[in-house]
């Protein structure tokens, strides 16, 4: 009886399983490619250039002590980078790990319940810097 019981609900639960993830399937894979496949390619020029007007702002937002802002910025880079980094990746592997260097450090700041500027002020210029030659790369 035990035996009978033990296979019913594992034949249960197992159905369930399969059902749900028969229902889920096609809505996490279509919002899955949409975030992964940005609506518009961009140039590496052009996703520097974007990149660069961010850093500058988060700049700005440091030296001024906003840290509301600073908060909000930190992700746009985010958001910049993530739309051409695997051109950078696959033409300039040097200089990808060399943004990556940064600005991995740079977000993360940014998200810290208390800005660091002494640290932060820094890791951006190098990120900008960084950025700048990568775009400098590119216009030649």
């Known amino acids: 009886m035990k035996r009978l019981l033990f296979f019913t609900l594992t034949f249960a639960l197992l159905l369930t399983i399969g059902l749900l993830g028969c229902g889920n399937s096609n809505n996490t894979s279509k919002s899955e490619d949409t975030k992964s496949s940005p609506s518009k390619k961009v140039t590496i ?5 974007h990149l660069l ?7 700005k937002a440091i030296e001024s002590g906003d840290n509301n802002q600073v908060k909000k910025l930190g992700p ?3 958001d910049k980078w ?6 950078v990746k696959s033409k300039y592997p040097d200089l990808y790990k060399k943004v990556e260097m940064y600005l991995d450090p740079a977000i993360a700041g940014s998200k810290a319940s208390s800005i660091d500027k002494q640290t932060l002020g820094p890791l951006v210029d190098q990120l900008i810097s960084a ?3 990568l775009k400098d ?4």
Do not use: P
């Not at 993530?82 to 051109?87: A, G, N, P, R």
């Not at 790369?137 to 030649?140: D, F, I, Q, Y």
């Open 45 to 49: 020029k052009e996703g520097s250039d």
């Open 53 to 59: 007007k961010a850093a500058q702002d988060l700049k």
């Open 76 to 78: 746009v880079l985010e």
């Open 82 to 87: 993530s739309v051409y980094e695997d051109q």
């Open 131 to 133: 950025v700048q030659e």
């Open 137 to 140: 790369k590119t216009s030649n």
